[in-house]
């Protein structure tokens, strides 16, 4: 019989319901009832099978609060996508009762509500007659808030958040929302009241069979799933402490009992005490008799664990069970506990104890009724009802990855970073330049406030591009130079408005009028347009270039090509450890692959060569010279240069005596005994090197330990574990001389760039080492216990591509805004001498600077905001050229359209790199405190003034903010906001100036790391396995997986994985024969070697640095830093699980609402 004939009484699934009314609700979250007996068990949410629930009026909802037959509102007012922003609460609770309907039930097609009852028997899970609700003295409270929802439940289904309005809407709907497939029914023991969840068969077309892990939308024209149910399925519910996630997996019913109304919000008291017994371990004990632990079904992407086998039973269906990872209610004997205990360093959550099975569901809970089994596990939100990175990274790619990013209209939001797209310019800059935080902004400075959204931009001005697209093109103007505005300066660009017939043009940034210089004239066309506006890049493109005048350049003349200066540190630990050596013979073939200009046969490029230990030596390399000749500084607390002519020479007119010098080197040091050194006097050499020279260059500087020798720029140990969380922890952050920033200044003044090369084996002190090279703009590289077998491949590619990468001498960038706006605060590596002009000795194409902007005026709808970046700087060649990057954005009055338009990738660097900022001058804590506080406001202003109105007991987070919680405990969570006991201080401090200038791409990965199932790769295909979420829970022993973060490659191999795999892969007949030292995987001539060590490969090419590659056995010692970068999970140094802050998340945003 058809579905839509029915009376309809029960609100629409998904719809969150903040109470029945008509009678006394008691109190929910580990409140007792007055005369219940206490006991370790959670909060028991619905009633005992076979007592009926109350009924609220037909065609009522709740949540209205009127009288409506549609569905009601969704609770997302401003996105195309209704549900997915709505987090409502965590699953349906158990039901039972009601007999499964016809297999063939049909729904029309867009109808928003459906059910799978029959007629006559259940209208929409509730019974007709409301008979007054009888409960036995001990069953626990519900939650208020409640009211049912049933729905059908298909292995790969389930619905998220509010009804969707439409097909489209509901494929923007939250996935990775997934039950893994059920394996096949196995009948339960007798006496054992928990059956199993069933299986549904999935609908053609709509749901892969295999548990896909992908919510698959279904079009409109095929309608909601078929809802044949074979026997019913109920659902646990978990308690939580206050986190209702609307993501209801909703039951169906089973002859015999009246279902129990499921609860869809969580009312204002359900924020448990933060005191209580620990909560055991979710993996308590063996599973019980007739309840398998399924590991994880192999087809899927996202690898959620399966539910326990379905059960066959005849008869009616006695509870709930628990359903991927899910826990069922205890048995009602026990009264609630008092919700998640409060950890002792203020974090949130429960301590996850270990799991022995990776991946397999949770062991069943007991039955209701007659005996109880052993103690359940504790119930937990479920994870894969959460928002998952990994989906959203996949639906953008399916969405946006097939057609090119065309750059034309203002304020578009581009793909996110993790997305493989094509951009095609027409106007503004490529989203590989520039990214912002958002691309509406608020019209005012108090709308801006009230969102609390930083207003910023991440520009990265010498980005490599893909091969498919075009480099900016170079605009020459001759003598005269690019034509600007003559108030503001700005460069002529698409925005600029030409007038009185193309004689003069008015400035969009500041609205002056200036005269077009004659040489520049053209005719406008009838639309006011220029008639050479498509041969001209800045008319008609976001990024282009212009090559500069020597009004340009310094001192009124035109620069020399830059050079390149390779200091190395020559003391008894660098040659002991084959560095020395190492670096020579890699220097022999390196030189010939300088940068140079497109056309030009060899590179520009001068090289020079110094050693050093607590002495300096110089080389007099020229090419007229049988052999090279040293000379050595000993005064270096006065340092000069001893040798102008043949210091920086032409690698080829130098060749022989280079070589021979490489080949002397270490022979010449290979038995000293000099361990000390000094460093500043090494930077002070390069940069004096330079201005006799008269050019902008790179130092690059291989060294080995703390700089103790007496030298300028000294230091000290000043290590100090204790200083952690105290109020001087910021003092490791900071350099301990203030020598380091002056002589910083002079090598920017002089166009100097330092790039370190670091090989400490013990404190080198990162913090002061490292001021230079982040002033000028320059890279650090750590290599921390260096050893040649297994740092060698990883320091040599570093080296390389330092060397050869694109990079700008003697940078000066500006960002200009229009009218209503301006930059006011700059994060990354370079040097401001005022506020205006970001400085850098060098800038390669790897670095970001990130600007945020303040309101200084209103800005209006129609006109909108444009940014100009310039980027002043003289390329590897020696010519003196201008980058411009252009971009557009919307501006609004409306908040929804500014949450509705920002990219929660980009405003999580923006608040990694404001937050690593911040530990120079504050307490750690006071720093997470403040990243919290901020990101709780932002959701709290959506909530308050975008989403429609809804229980306090719900998390609503805009649709494309909706991983802002779980990216911003990863901030959190890092190594340097909350380091765990192994992490030192220098570690600290690099990753600190590392993320200063990483882009978005880099961040991203950094803080969420990739994992994937190599064992799931397709031998056969180019691509990647997809990836899984970053939780153990996700783990199987049988498998291995692979975990990058642009640092760090793991290769995680389980203690079960089959013996054929590990001979495959490692060239070993067994587990234990694996080598934990391997720095790359053995070449082997088989599909799964060769799949592997590409897929190795195509990842260590889309990162700026060479990934170190460490394999993990399970259980082995290496393990506990694996589980580090399993961000979802708990960390060993105190920071909260993603569920678990999830929760503390919402609890700051009712604390601000109310």
């Given at each position: 019989?058809?579905?839509?004939?029915?009376?309809?009484?029960?609100?629409?699934?998904?719809?969150?319901?903040?109470?029945?009314?008509?009678?006394?609700?008691?109190?929910?979250?580990?409140?007792?009832?007055?005369?219940?007996?206490?006991?370790?068990?959670?909060?028991?949410?619905?009633?005992?099978?076979?007592?009926?629930?109350?009924?609220?009026?037909?065609?009522?909802?709740?949540?209205?609060?009127?009288?409506?037959?549609?569905?009601?509102?969704?609770?997302?007012?401003?996105?195309?996508?209704?549900?997915?922003?709505?987090?409502?609460?965590?699953?349906?609770?158990?039901?039972?009762?009601?007999?499964?309907?016809?297999?063939?039930?049909?729904?029309?097609?867009?109808?928003?509500?459906?059910?799978?009852?029959?007629?006559?028997?259940?209208?929409?899970?509730?019974?007709?007659?409301?008979?007054?609700?009888?409960?036995?003295?001990?069953?626990?409270?519900?939650?208020?808030?409640?009211?049912?929802?049933?729905?059908?439940?298909?292995?790969?289904?389930?619905?998220?958040?509010?009804?969707?309005?439409?097909?489209?809407?509901?494929?923007?709907?939250?996935?990775?929302?997934?039950?893994?497939?059920?394996?096949?029914?196995?009948?339960?023991?007798?006496?054992?009241?928990?059956?199993?969840?069933?299986?549904?068969?999935?609908?053609?077309?709509?749901?892969?069979?295999?548990?896909?892990?992908?919510?698959?939308?279904?079009?409109?024209?095929?309608?909601?799933?078929?809802?044949?149910?074979?026997?019913?399925?109920?659902?646990?519910?978990?308690?939580?402490?206050?986190?209702?996630?609307?993501?209801?997996?909703?039951?169906?019913?089973?002859?015999?009992?009246?279902?129990?109304?499921?609860?869809?919000?969580?009312?204002?008291?359900?924020?448990?005490?933060?005191?209580?017994?620990?909560?055991?371990?979710?993996?308590?004990?063996?599973?019980?008799?007739?309840?398998?632990?399924?590991?994880?079904?192999?087809?899927?992407?996202?690898?959620?664990?399966?539910?326990?086998?379905?059960?066959?039973?005849?008869?009616?269906?006695?509870?709930?069970?628990?359903?991927?990872?899910?826990?069922?209610?205890?048995?009602?004997?026990?009264?609630?506990?008092?919700?998640?205990?409060?950890?002792?360093?203020?974090?949130?959550?429960?301590?996850?104890?270990?799991?022995?099975?990776?991946?397999?569901?949770?062991?069943?809970?007991?039955?209701?009724?007659?005996?109880?089994?052993?103690?359940?596990?504790?119930?937990?939100?479920?994870?894969?009802?959460?928002?998952?990175?990994?989906?959203?990274?996949?639906?953008?790619?399916?969405?946006?990855?097939?057609?090119?990013?065309?750059?034309?209209?203002?304020?578009?939001?581009?793909?996110?970073?993790?997305?493989?797209?094509?951009?095609?310019?027409?106007?503004?800059?490529?989203?590989?330049?520039?990214?912002?935080?958002?691309?509406?902004?608020?019209?005012?400075?108090?709308?801006?406030?009230?969102?609390?959204?930083?207003?910023?931009?991440?520009?990265?001005?010498?980005?490599?591009?893909?091969?498919?697209?075009?480099?900016?093109?170079?605009?020459?103007?001759?003598?005269?130079?690019?034509?600007?505005?003559?108030?503001?300066?700005?460069?002529?660009?698409?925005?600029?408005?030409?007038?009185?017939?193309?004689?003069?043009?008015?400035?969009?940034?500041?609205?002056?009028?200036?005269?077009?210089?004659?040489h520049y004239f053209q005719h406008l066309d009838h639309t006011g347009k220029r008639v050479d506006f498509y041969d001209r890049p800045e008319l008609s493109l976001g990024s282009y270039e212009f090559l500069a005048t020597v009004d340009y350049c310094k001192n009124n003349k035109f620069p020399s090509p830059p050079a390149f200066i390779f200091m190395i540190d020559v003391s008894y630990n660098a040659v002991k450890s084959g560095l020395v050596r190492l670096i020579c013979e890699e220097l022999k073939s390196l030189l010939d692959y300088l940068p140079r200009e497109g056309n030009m046969e060899e590179s520009a490029i001068r090289v020079g060569f110094v050693t050093y230990n607590k002495v300096l030596h110089f080389y007099n390399v020229k090419s007229s010279l049988a052999q090279p000749q040293m000379m050595v500084v000993s005064d270096v607390a006065d340092m000069f240069v001893p040798l102008l002519d043949g210091f920086l020479v032409n690698v080829n007119e130098s060749r022989t005596v280079i070589a021979s010098l490489l080949d002397q080197?270490?022979?010449?040091?290979?038995?000293?005994?000099?361990?000390?050194?000094?460093?500043?006097?090494?930077?002070?050499?390069?940069?004096?090197?330079?201005?006799?020279?008269?050019?902008?260059?790179?130092?690059?500087?291989?060294?080995?330990?703390?700089?103790?020798?007496?030298?300028?720029?000294?230091?000290?140990?000043?290590?100090?574990?204790?200083?952690?969380?105290?109020?001087?922890?910021?003092?490791?952050?900071?350099?301990?001389?203030?020598?380091?920033?002056?002589?910083?200044?002079?090598?920017?003044?002089?166009?100097?760039?330092?790039?370190?090369?670091?090989?400490?084996?013990?404190?080198?002190?990162?913090?002061?080492?490292?001021?230079?090279?982040?002033?000028?703009?320059?890279?650090?590289?750590?290599?921390?216990?260096?050893?040649?077998?297994?740092?060698?491949?990883?320091?040599?590619?570093?080296?390389?591509?330092?060397?050869?990468?694109?990079?700008?001498?003697?940078?000066?960038?500006?960002?200009?805004?229009?009218?209503?706006?301006?930059?006011?605060?700059?994060?990354?590596?370079?040097?401001?001498?005022?506020?205006?002009?970001?400085?850098?000795?060098?800038?390669?194409?790897?670095?970001?600077?990130?600007?945020?902007?303040?309101?200084?005026?209103?800005?209006?709808?129609?006109?909108?905001?444009?940014?100009?970046?310039?980027?002043?700087?003289?390329?590897?060649?020696?010519?003196?050229?201008?980058?411009?990057?252009?971009?557009?954005?919307?501006?609004?009055?409306?908040?929804?359209?500014?949450?509705?338009?920002?990219?929660?990738?980009?405003?999580?660097?923006?608040?990694?790199?404001?937050?690593?900022?911040?530990?120079?001058?504050?307490?750690?804590?006071?720093?997470?405190?403040?990243?919290i506080n901020q990101c709780a406001q932002i959701l709290a202003c959506y909530r308050k003034n975008c989403a429609s109105p809804s229980s306090a007991g719900q998390l609503i987070l805009p649709e494309c903010m909706k991983l802002l919680p779980v990216y911003l405990n990863c901030v959190l969570k890092s190594d340097v906001l909350q380091p765990g006991p192994e992490v030192t201080t220098d570690d600290r401090a690099y990753i600190r100036q590392l993320v200063t200038s990483m882009d978005v791409a880099e961040t991203n990965v950094f803080f969420y790391p990739r994992l994937l199932p190599l064992t799931k790769a397709d031998v056969d295909s180019d691509s990647l396995p997809a990836a899984i979420r970053n939780s153990e829970e996700r783990l199987s022993k049988g498998d291995i997986y692979l975990l990058e973060n642009g640092l760090n490659i793991f290769v995680w191999v389980g203690v079960n994985v089959q013996q054929g795999l590990i001979q495959n892969l490692f060239g070993v007949s067994s587990f234990s024969q694996i080598s934990n030292t391997?720095?790359?995987?053995?070449?082997?001539?088989?599909?799964?070697?060769?799949?592997?060590?590409?897929?190795?490969?195509?990842?260590?090419?889309?990162?700026?640095?060479?990934?170190?590659?460490?394999?993990?056995?399970?259980?082995?010692?290496?393990?506990?830093?694996?589980?580090?970068?399993?961000?979802?999970?708990?960390?060993?140094?105190?920071?909260?699980?993603?569920?678990?802050?999830?929760?503390?998340?919402?609890?700051?945003?009712?604390?601000?609402?109310?």
């Amino acid at each position: 019989m058809s579905v839509n004939q029915q009376a309809h009484t029960g609100p629409p699934y998904g719809q969150a319901q903040p109470g029945y009314q008509g009678y006394q609700q008691p109190g929910y979250g580990g409140q007792p009832l007055p005369g219940i007996p206490h006991s370790q068990y959670g909060a028991y949410n619905g009633p005992m099978p076979g007592y009926q629930q109350p009924v609220p009026p037909q065609g009522y909802f709740p949540s209205l609060g009127f009288p409506s037959k549609g569905s009601p509102v969704s609770l997302n007012s401003d996105t195309s996508s209704l549900a997915p922003n709505f987090i409502g609460l965590l699953r349906a609770p158990p039901t039972s009762g009601a007999p499964p309907p016809a297999s063939g039930a049909s729904l029309p097609s867009g109808h928003p509500v459906y059910s799978q009852f029959g007629q006559g028997d259940v209208q929409n899970g509730i019974p007709a007659s409301a008979a007054q609700m009888h409960r036995p003295p001990a069953s626990q409270p519900f939650l208020p808030g409640s009211a049912p929802t049933p729905v059908s439940q298909t292995s790969t289904f389930q619905q998220y958040g509010p009804p969707p309005g439409s097909a489209q809407q509901l494929s923007n709907q939250m996935a990775g929302m997934t039950i893994g497939s059920t394996s096949t029914p196995a009948p339960p023991p007798a006496g054992l009241g928990y059956g199993p969840p069933t299986s549904v068969p999935p609908v053609s077309g709509s749901f892969s069979a295999t548990g896909s892990g992908l919510y698959t939308p279904y079009t409109s024209g095929q309608g909601p799933p078929p809802t044949s149910v074979s026997q019913g399925l109920p659902l646990a519910q978990p308690p939580f402490s206050g986190q209702p996630i609307s993501t209801q997996r909703l039951p169906t019913q089973v002859p015999g009992f009246a279902p129990p109304p499921s609860s869809t919000g969580i009312g204002p008291s359900s924020y448990p005490p933060t005191t209580g017994a620990p909560r055991p371990s979710p993996m308590q004990g063996p599973p019980l008799p007739g309840q398998t632990v399924a590991g994880p079904p192999t087809s899927q992407p996202n690898h959620v664990s399966s539910p326990p086998p379905p059960s066959t039973m005849s008869g009616p269906h006695p509870g709930p069970s628990p359903m991927a990872g899910l826990h069922g209610p205890p048995p009602p004997t026990h009264p609630p506990q008092p919700g998640y205990q409060m950890q002792q360093n203020g974090s949130f959550g429960q301590a996850r104890g270990p799991q022995p099975n990776y991946g397999g569901a949770y062991p069943g809970t007991p039955n209701y009724g007659s005996q109880p089994g052993p103690p359940p596990p504790p119930k937990r939100l479920d994870p894969d009802s959460i928002p998952s990175p990994i989906q959203v990274i996949e639906d953008d790619r399916s969405n946006r990855g097939s057609e090119p990013f065309v750059t034309g209209v203002r304020g578009q939001v581009p793909p996110l970073v993790t997305t493989n797209f094509l951009v095609k310019d027409q106007g503004n800059a490529s989203p590989r330049y520039i990214r912002c935080t958002s691309y509406n902004i608020p019209c005012t400075s108090d709308m801006a406030k009230q969102s609390q959204v930083p207003l910023a931009a991440v520009i990265k001005p010498l980005a490599t591009l893909p091969p498919e697209e075009t480099l900016p093109y170079l605009v020459d103007h001759g003598e005269s130079g690019p034509v600007r505005c003559n108030r503001c300066k700005a460069y002529m660009c698409p925005f600029m408005q030409f007038i009185e017939g193309g004689r003069r043009f008015q400035c969009c940034f500041c609205s002056c009028v200036t005269e077009v210089p004659p040489h520049y004239f053209q005719h406008l066309d009838h639309t006011g347009k220029r008639v050479d506006f498509y041969d001209r890049p800045e008319l008609s493109l976001g990024s282009y270039e212009f090559l500069a005048t020597v009004d340009y350049c310094k001192n009124n003349k035109f620069p020399s090509p830059p050079a390149f200066i390779f200091m190395i540190d020559v003391s008894y630990n660098a040659v002991k450890s084959g560095l020395v050596r190492l670096i020579c013979e890699e220097l022999k073939s390196l030189l010939d692959y300088l940068p140079r200009e497109g056309n030009m046969e060899e590179s520009a490029i001068r090289v020079g060569f110094v050693t050093y230990n607590k002495v300096l030596h110089f080389y007099n390399v020229k090419s007229s010279l049988a052999q090279p000749q040293m000379m050595v500084v000993s005064d270096v607390a006065d340092m000069f240069v001893p040798l102008l002519d043949g210091f920086l020479v032409n690698v080829n007119e130098s060749r022989t005596v280079i070589a021979s010098l490489l080949d002397q080197i270490p022979e010449m040091f290979a038995d000293t005994r000099e361990t000390e050194t000094v460093f500043a006097p090494v930077i002070q050499a390069g940069l004096e090197a330079l201005k006799a020279a008269e050019c902008a260059g790179k130092l690059f500087i291989f060294h080995t330990s703390l700089p103790i020798a007496e030298a300028p720029g000294k230091l000290k140990n000043r290590d100090d574990k204790k200083l952690i969380n105290t109020d001087k922890e910021k003092t490791l952050f900071q350099p301990q001389t203030s020598f380091y920033n002056n002589l910083a200044k002079d090598c920017v003044a002089q166009g100097c760039c330092v790039d370190l090369f670091i090989f400490p084996n013990q404190y080198l002190d990162v913090a002061t080492l490292g001021v230079v090279t982040y002033q000028t703009g320059g890279s650090i590289y750590k290599y921390a216990y260096f050893q040649l077998e297994t740092d060698q491949d990883r320091f040599l590619n570093d080296l390389r591509r330092d060397v050869q990468k694109e990079v700008g001498f003697d940078a000066v960038m500006r960002v200009r805004t229009s009218t209503g706006i301006r930059a006011t605060d700059f994060f990354g590596a370079f040097y401001m001498s005022n506020t205006t002009d970001v400085e850098m000795a060098g800038l390669d194409c790897d670095k970001t600077i990130t600007v945020e902007f303040k309101h200084d005026d209103k800005l209006s709808e129609d006109s909108g905001a444009l940014l100009q970046c310039a980027l002043l700087y003289t390329s590897c060649a020696g010519q003196r050229r201008l980058r411009i990057h252009n971009l557009s954005l919307n501006c609004c009055t409306q908040l929804a359209d500014l949450y509705r338009n920002c990219e929660t990738d980009t405003l999580i660097n923006y608040l990694a790199k404001y937050a690593y900022r911040g530990v120079l001058n504050s307490p750690v804590k006071t720093v997470r405190d403040a990243l919290i506080n901020q990101c709780a406001q932002i959701l709290a202003c959506y909530r308050k003034n975008c989403a429609s109105p809804s229980s306090a007991g719900q998390l609503i987070l805009p649709e494309c903010m909706k991983l802002l919680p779980v990216y911003l405990n990863c901030v959190l969570k890092s190594d340097v906001l909350q380091p765990g006991p192994e992490v030192t201080t220098d570690d600290r401090a690099y990753i600190r100036q590392l993320v200063t200038s990483m882009d978005v791409a880099e961040t991203n990965v950094f803080f969420y790391p990739r994992l994937l199932p190599l064992t799931k790769a397709d031998v056969d295909s180019d691509s990647l396995p997809a990836a899984i979420r970053n939780s153990e829970e996700r783990l199987s022993k049988g498998d291995i997986y692979l975990l990058e973060n642009g640092l760090n490659i793991f290769v995680w191999v389980g203690v079960n994985v089959q013996q054929g795999l590990i001979q495959n892969l490692f060239g070993v007949s067994s587990f234990s024969q694996i080598s934990n030292t391997l720095s790359t995987l053995p070449v082997l001539e088989n599909p799964f070697s060769k799949k592997v060590r590409s897929v190795v490969d195509m990842l260590q090419v889309q990162r700026s640095r060479y990934m170190k590659l460490i394999i993990v056995k399970q259980e082995d010692k290496l393990e506990m830093l694996f589980k580090h970068f399993l961000v979802e999970d708990k960390s060993l140094s105190g920071g909260a699980s993603y569920v678990d802050f999830l929760c503390h998340m919402h609890k700051e945003i009712r604390q601000l609402l109310s």
